[in-house]
Each structure stands twice: as structure tokens, then as C-alpha cells.
């Protein structure tokens, strides 16, 4: 019987031990160090989105699937007003989360809303002399938005996600145009154009604008919403400073 017993708590000591030294202390990761806050909409209708990249150097298929599918939920998400405060809780498969064996160091935090541009619109028409196919001139009525003091061309057809981009660029503009700016989108914009075109990329200069950027950079989006094609606009900068705009198309 005592050599029974001690083989036993021999057993029990030995799978004490190694599962002791099999524990591992958990990975701690933080879904709120990089997170991004998007809006979409003007100030009192705006709704929210959110998403982060998490710093995590490891190669754990479990660790790098559990952090693919994070999502955020935002409470409150309606016609969101600049100074509501948000509540952005992250939301995982515990199940999950256990078998990759992570704890977050935080799970739910408090931001404030902010950088929402009020919707103040009005309609003007503008004459301005055109030249046609056959190099003939004549006078054209233009109808315009104006947006929070910024014209918009209602021939760009623009959704209000476009407008308030453009409108946010110009006003950054506007704030100063000697900066290099650093608001211009990378992401690509559908041309309005119904009928098909084939515009190359082309380069326009504040120096042929009366060196303003924001004229400049009006006509360098204007030449590429007039078209059917893909298009951004990207800064011509030389010695660190912005002297114009490139319209380049994607196809």
C-alpha cells in the first residue's frame, strides 16, 4: 500500500508540475492604441465608425485571427453633434480570445465628437465665357453650391460624402495654403461624366492661378469629375512646398 500511494503522489506531483510549466502568462494587447474614428454625415446627423491596427510582432495564427475580427461597438450612433461623447466598447469571441489566450488592457473608452462641419447651402448662378469644339466663344450660366462658404459646381454631381471631403480640403487651404498639405485623399473618385473618356493625367500650377491653391486645386478637380474615369488629386510639391495639383486618373 505505501508503494502504491507514493507511485500515485509521484503521478500527481509529476502532471502538477508539468502542467505548472505549460501555463503561459497571457498577451496583452490594446484595441484602443492606434484606433481611428471615422464620421460620416454633417453636424447633428453624423454617425460613426471605428478601427484599429494592433501592435502585435508574434506569428500566432490564433492571436492574428482573434485580431482580424475585432469590431467596435459606438453607443451613442445618431445624428451625432460636435461635443457628444461616444462610448466605443470592442466586441471579440471570447471563446476565442481564450484559446489565443489574450487579455486586453482596456475593453471599453469615452471620445469626444468632434470636426463635424455644419450644412449651410445656398444656390448661385454664375456667367463665365466658354469656348466650344470649333474654338467659337460664348456665355454660359454655371449653377453653384455654396456650402458652408465653399462653391461647388452642381454639374460635379458630388455625393454629400464628396462635398464634405472638398470642403474640408479647401477650408484646410484656406487655413493655409503655404503648408504642404496633408490633407489630400489617396483613395479614388468616380468622375460624374455619363459619356466615356479617356483624360490622361495632367498638372496644374498655383502660378497660373494667381498662385491660389485653392482656384488650383478647383480646377484640377474639375478636370477630373468632368470625366467618366477613376481620379484623385495629388500634390506637386517642390522644396517642401506645395506650387499645384495633379489630377491622375486609374485607368
Known sequence: MKKRWLVGGFSILSLFLITGCMHKDPIELDPFEHIQ????????QATASATTEI???????TVLKLI????????????????????????????????????????EKEYTVSGLIDRNQKVVYKDKIVTDDDGEEHQKT??????NGV????????SEAEERKYIEYVKGLEDDTEKEETGVKSNWTQGASEK?????????????????????YQ?????????????????????EKTIGYKCIFKE
Open 37 to 44: 474614428i471615422e464620421y460620416d454625415g454633417w453636424n447633428g
Open 55 to 61: 501592435d502585435y510582432a508574434g506569428n500566432n495564427e
Open 68 to 107: 482580424d475580427s475585432l469590431t467596435f461597438r459606438i453607443s451613442p450612433n445618431k445624428y451625432l453633434t460636435n461635443g457628444n461623447i461616444i462610448d466605443v466598447k470592442v466586441r471579440y469571441t471570447q471563446e476565442l480570445c481564450d484559446l489565443a489566450n489574450v487579455e486586453f488592457t482596456e475593453e
Open 142 to 147: 454655371e449653377e453653384y453650391k455654396v456650402i
Open 151 to 158: 462653391e461647388i459646381p452642381s454639374s460635379w454631381n458630388l
Open 196 to 216: 466615356v473618356t479617356h483624360r490622361k493625367d495632367s498638372s496644374f500650377y498655383n502660378e497660373d492661378y494667381l498662385d491660389n491653391a485653392v482656384t488650383c
Open 219 to 239: 480646377e484640377a478637380y474639375k478636370y477630373g469629375i468632368e470625366s467618366s474615369q477613376k481620379f484623385k488629386i495629388e500634390p506637386i510639391i517642390k522644396k
